[in-house]
């Protein structure tokens, strides 16, 4: 903000002053330059999106017939507060992020902790712990399908050479959701933790030193030097993982489909089907909206709760 | 692994042809840049992409197209990727907002009544006369007609039929029927796989996609039963597809999926590999049993319900003309070209499935005798096309969805309700007059 020039004080400036206005003025051109195009399609792709997604919630929409769109009024949201599986999507990704986000987090910043010592191999452990992180979430979920399989699976293979009953997995409604839940922390705490690590390493030596000298154990150093450190860094983590886990939708739709017996139906996927699938993309605007306040409530009240100390 | 040689060129492809893909669409086979120069009137024509003999099939044809017509009509072909099932779809709702569809579209046969409910597509019945009517098979007529009039011919046809692995059938007994007043119920089905599931072996193998698969397979046994899962005029679902004799269906293939008479996870190849004694699947698995070379396999009906009708599952991809299109009498010629009885022959080659035309099987003897005797007497005489309702989106999910939770042991009559309640709202609030 500081490169806008203000054409008020550079009328009362002097002569030297002036010809520094104009330097600057060429350098807010040239800043303005360089911001247009990502502020172009900052607008084309996010804000016009944003509104008409707002503007589409009040009206009856069907894809294949834009011709004949309607506006209805609040029916969209009276209609969405009526439907059953809206509420089951709701339920279904408010328990996703309630287990998630903690989980994840936790299972991070201990793989953190643990990659941060100087162990033998520690570069093939991070390695090992990342590598999910930047494949596809496609291709791991499918592959996980077959991990996941009821009868050949891995994991049951496993399970059955230890003596345990083989599980249904994402063949069974009370099991598809904790499935998916521990898939998808495996798949995604590799980069939490590496977020992690970059916070772990700004902590100076010399307080683990000092309070070495004063005779501070390994828990306690942990407890009173890095958490207490490290806050700034989890309040960041906890936030992203936040809204990544109510975005979900990729697993669901590859494994599940939302099933069995809408088990695993997320906000995103009702959305999508409801958008895409059934054309409705009125109504599918009308619930993304609702998804929206709900995510901005959800980070507000983080917000609220984790940075005020 | 041979799978995964195939994906990693076709990849490159796929994102070649993405990366360039307004030159992609142009230089595709038919296309003549000096047309439109001639005077001729140029058309496009967008297909689902395809590979090997089924690519060649539609160069070719519309190659010898633009020839015939040289001078007066030229078409220019764009093969649209399917990245997954709903991407072709996804282009062509795209296309409907901003007006720019093809002159001549290719859909899903399922789709017709949802496109021409949204006045998407040109009614056809003014360009085929009688003869050609009443040469189509009557699953396409019915799969093409929405509200009385006919907007898309179906490309080929498709069926499900029950292979049976000769040997086993052999070794208990068994004599599968090879007329249809014998064909298997229900309940002789049934039997079979009791007495073949044994070691390992199941009694069935079918495709579990949890999708598509499971409406156009699994309806028939509600109309079979005499029931639908809509009823005729689209409007309900209630009564219908959670009515008694479907509730009925249902519980029937419960009760295979309870006894683990086939496998709810099942490897694709369980039948090729002698590890299912039969097989509900389609014309488009023969090719592939040639791998197998110790597999004796024979073919008979899709089974009925005792007491029921004899019906079998149809449909395929439709051609039909958009109603974006400025020459719709010219876009007539090219689908009455793509559809006519050579067409329909070669189409049908190309894809091992069953032609559309009555007339194309006289050019294919091969259908006159057992094994493939059974898919012509199914597709030419007792196949039912999917409902043709304009909410077949939302009918089709969530039908899929119910008898993949009934199949995993959810409640019947509940999963069963779910759908029926689904379709009437969905029906009500956007369709109804």
Request: charged letters at 20%.
């Amino acid at each position: 903000m500081e490169i806008v020039s203000h054409p008020a004080r550079a009328e009362h400036g002097s002569k030297p002053a002036a010809s520094l206005r104009s330097g600057k003025r060429k350098e807010s051109l040239t800043g303005y330059a360089f911001v247009f195009p990502a502020v172009v399609l900052l607008i084309v792709f996010l804000l016009v999106p944003f509104l008409l997604a707002i503007a589409l919630g009040f009206t009856k929409f069907n894809l294949l017939r834009p011709e004949d769109i309607s506006f209805i009024g609040l029916r969209n949201y009276l209609d969405i507060f009526q439907d059953k599986l809206f509420y089951k999507s709701l339920f279904n990704t408010m328990y996703f992020t309630v287990i998630v986000v903690p989980v994840q987090c936790g299972v991070a910043l201990i793989l953190a902790l643990l990659v941060n010592n100087a162990l033998p191999f520690r570069n093939m452990f991070r390695i090992a712990y990342f590598s999910p992180v930047v494949t596809s979430m496609t291709v791991i979920a499918i592959l996980w399908i077959y991990l996941y399989n009821p009868n050949e699976g891995l994991i049951n293979s496993l399970l059955d050479a230890l003596g345990i009953p083989k599980q249904p997995f994402l063949r069974d409604k009370s099991q598809a959701m904790n499935s998916i839940i521990f898939m998808s922390v495996w798949q995604a705490a590799g980069y939490q933790m590496m977020i992690f690590l970059a916070g772990l390493q700004g902590i100076s030596r010399d307080m683990y030193e000092a309070s070495a000298i004063d005779g501070a154990g390994k828990l306690q150093q942990l407890r009173y030097i890095t958490l207490p450190s490290l806050y700034n860094v989890i309040v960041f983590v906890l936030m992203i993982t936040t809204i990544q886990a109510v975005k979900l939708f990729t697993q669901p739709f590859i494994m599940t489909n939302g099933g069995p017996e809408n088990s695993t139906r997320t906000l995103a996927l009702f959305i999508y089907q409801q958008g895409f699938q059934f054309r409705n993309a009125g109504y599918a605007s009308a619930a993304s909206v609702i998804f929206f306040l709900i995510v901005l409530l959800i980070s507000l009240l983080m917000r609220k709760f984790l940075k005020d100390k | 692994m041979k799978k995964l040689k195939m994906i990693i060129p076709v990849a490159i492809g796929v994102s070649l042809v993405a990366g360039c893909s307004g030159e992609a669409g142009k230089t595709d086979a038919g296309g003549n840049a000096d047309a439109s120069a001639k005077g001729a009137v140029q058309l496009t024509y967008w297909r689902p992409q395809a590979s090997g003999p089924e690519d060649d099939f539609y160069k070719n044809r519309v190659e010898a197209f633009n020839k015939a017509y040289e001078g007066k009509i030229n078409v220019k072909m764009e093969a649209v990727t399917r990245g997954n099932s709903f991407a072709y779809e996804d282009k062509v709702n795209a296309a409907v907002a901003s007006h720019t569809l093809p002159d001549v579209i290719a859909l899903d046969g399922p789709n017709v009544a949802n496109y021409a409910s949204s006045k998407i597509l040109v009614p056809l019945d003014s360009y085929f006369t009688k003869d050609d009517m009443n040469d189509f098979v009557p699953s396409i007529i019915q799969q093409g007609t929405y509200e009385g009039k006919f907007y898309a011919v179906g490309m080929q046809e498709s069926s499900v039929v029950l292979f049976y692995n000769k040997k086993m059938m052999k070794e208990h007994g068994i004599e599968p029927p090879t007329s249809m007043d014998k064909a298997w119920t229900w309940d002789e089905w049934y039997d079979v796989m009791k007495k073949t599931a044994k070691d390992g072996v199941f009694g069935t193998n079918m495709i579990n996609d949890k999708g598509e698969w499971m409406t156009y397979a699994f309806e028939q046994m509600w109309i079979s039963g005499g029931t639908d899962i809509v009823s005729k005029d689209g409007k309900t679902a209630s009564g219908y597809v959670n009515g008694p004799k479907g509730i009925e269906a249902a519980q029937f293939l419960q009760k295979l999926s309870k006894e683990k008479l086939f496998n709810i996870d099942p490897k694709p190849t369980e039948f090729e590999e002698g590890k299912a004694a039969t097989k509900l699947g389609g014309p488009w698995n023969i090719p592939g049993f040639k791998d197998y070379p110790n597999l004796e396999w024979g073919i008979t009906y899709f089974p009925k319900k005792a007491g029921g009708t004899l019906t079998a599952p149809s449909g395929s991809w439709a051609i039909g003309i958009s109603a974006d299109s400025k020459y719709p009498k010219e876009a007539a010629e090219f689908v009455k070209w793509m559809t006519n009885t050579e067409s329909s022959v070669g189409i049908a080659k190309a894809v091992s499935m069953p032609a559309s035309r009555k007339s194309a099987y006289e050019k294919m003897p091969e259908y006159n005798e057992l094994p493939l005797k059974i898919i012509k007497e199914q597709v030419t005489t007792v196949s039912h096309a999917r409902p043709v309702t304009p909410a077949y989106p939302l009918l089709t999910q969530k039908f899929a969805e119910a008898l993949t939770d009934i199949m995993m042991g959810g409640d019947v009559k509940k999963s069963l309700d779910n759908v029926a309640d689904a379709y009437d709202s969905e029906y009500k609030k956007n369709y109804a007059k």
